[in-house]
């Protein structure tokens, strides 16, 4: 394939001639072959008129008309690949943005954080256990989170699992959505049975009452069916780390122009690999798909219309979604400036608040958490800070579980650094359990009801 060093020639594999952050080393050269060719044989996980959709529906977010959800696990494992957490993934997802729809009064697109979040950046190569030196954990798509040193080897025919546990997940979603399971009008089956006595839960039932009898009256009165007003859509997204793993699923479809990444609807660059003379970068400008970039300390506005100018030369309505990640600290000073600076170059993007890793500590015993309290508290500045800027809050980006995990600490429960051990499953970063979900999706809505969106 052609990898000219000339700026506007790209093909899939041009992003190997540049530095790649992030990359693990893989021993066997012979095996990395095979599973990538294999890999990129595979039939495609999303289709081309689905990531067209989304690009459109996202257009419509950054002016305003739609809000993003997008939330799920920071580092989905092939173990959870299994019916009850995706459902409960879905359940808490499918209740936040009916909240939503509730208090903002505009659709909302579902963005999972599924079938293929299996790649972590580490800020080092390499960690300390019990004395040994060891590779570091780089998500299951290219090692295992045991401390040996064989665990710790980087496989490539991980790649290929993680592609069947996207393809088993998004499979199930599917037929779940198809069946009717996230239909509006059955909020009763996104119910979990652990939550039944909380005022998160008590409250949700009252917006339940209220969304179901308004589809019923917008059913009389418009004379469309229920199918049609309930449809609920999932889109996936990861982030798209793995370069050999992104590229095998990079195609050309019949009758439409450009490569699609198929492997997940909206891939993004992390905020560690956003460099713009990077690997990453070159391998996304040259993609169709809408995608991200995480956006967090110290990015200058200078550094951010470079990168605009790269990944959306032709200001493309729902190109381009920056995630925005400051922490509750930082983003006072962090953000204006960028907002300023986009909005004077006369671009649209869209803009939505990932509050989760701005705001990551350490407790005394040594696990990784995030205060509810903190975590709130950039989501209320970020809409301050929007509306002061004239500039669209388009959506909200969270690590989060259906399941009742003790990660982060506060929210209704009040869980203090003495209980996190009690339920602590992540293997990197920690996620809000469905009460804290549920509870942000509430203030959420409570601002979006403010601003009168
Ligand atoms: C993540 O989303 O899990 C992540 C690593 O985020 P960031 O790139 O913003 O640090
Ligand atoms: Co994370």
């Not at 072959?33 to 959709?53: F, G």
């Not at 015993?365 to 929007?386: P, Q, V």
């Not at 003790?406 to 429960?413: D, I, M, P, S, Y």
Request: net charge neutral.
């Amino acid at each position: 394939m052609d990898s000219s060093d000339s700026p506007r020639r790209w093909s899939p594999d041009s992003w190997r001639a540049k530095p790649a952050a992030q990359m693990p080393t893989y021993r066997d050269a012979d095996a990395l072959q095979r599973a990538l060719a294999r890999l990129a044989r595979l039939p495609p996980l999303v289709t081309s008129w689905e990531v067209e959709t989304l690009k459109r529906e996202l257009g419509d977010a950054a002016r305003g008309r739609r809000f993003v959800l997008q939330g799920g696990d920071c580092s989905e494992n092939f173990e959870d690949c299994e019916s009850g957490a995706i459902t409960n993934k879905l359940k808490i997802l499918l209740q936040m943005s009916l909240v939503l729809i509730h208090g903002g009064r505009k659709r909302v697109i579902r963005l999972g954080r599924f079938a293929g979040q299996y790649a972590k950046p580490r800020s080092a190569d390499t960690e300390t256990v019990g004395g040994v030196t060891l590779p570091s954990y780089r998500g299951d798509m290219i090692n295992s989170v045991e401390p040996t040193e064989t665990a710790r080897a980087p496989d490539p025919r991980r790649m290929l699992r993680a592609y069947h546990c996207a393809a088993l997940t998004l499979n199930f979603i599917r037929a779940l959505v198809d069946g009717g399971f996230a239909d509006l009008q059955h909020p009763e089956y996104w119910d979990l049975d652990f939550v039944a006595h909380s005022a998160q839960a008590a409250e949700f039932r009252r917006i339940v009452q209220s969304v179901g009898s308004s589809l019923q009256f917008m059913q009389t009165l418009s004379g469309r069916g229920v199918a049609e007003l309930n449809r609920v859509d999932f889109f996936t997204s990861h982030e798209g780390l793995h370069l050999p793993y992104e590229q095998a699923q990079t195609r050309r479809v019949p009758r439409r122009a450009g490569w699609y990444n198929l492997a997940a609807h909206f891939p993004w660059i992390g905020n560690r690999t956003r460099n713009v003379g990077g690997a990453h970068v070159e391998y996304f400008r040259g993609i169709v798909n809408p995608i991200g970039v995480k956006i967090g300390p110290p990015i200058s506005p200078g550094e951010l219309m470079a990168l605009i100018e790269v990944l959306d030369p032709d200001n493309e309505p729902g190109r381009l979604t920056l995630i925005h990640r400051f922490g509750a600290d930082a983003i006072g000073a962090g953000l204006p400036p960028l907002l300023d600076a986009v909005r004077a170059s006369g671009r649209t993007v869209l803009w939505i608040c990932d509050p989760m890793h701005g705001n990551t500590e350490v407790t005394r015993e040594g696990f990784k958490t995030r205060s509810f309290d903190r975590i709130l508290a950039e989501l209320d500045r970020a809409f301050e800070i929007h509306r002061e800027c004239g500039t669209v809050m388009g959506g909200v980006h969270a690590e989060l579980t259906g399941d009742n995990v003790t990660e982060c600490l506060g929210g209704a429960r009040g869980i203090t650094e003495e209980q996190l051990h009690t339920a602590y499953r992540t293997q990197v970063d920690p996620r809000l359990n469905y009460e804290q979900a549920l509870e942000m999706a509430l203030l959420i809505a409570r601002r979006m009801a403010q601003a009168g969106t």
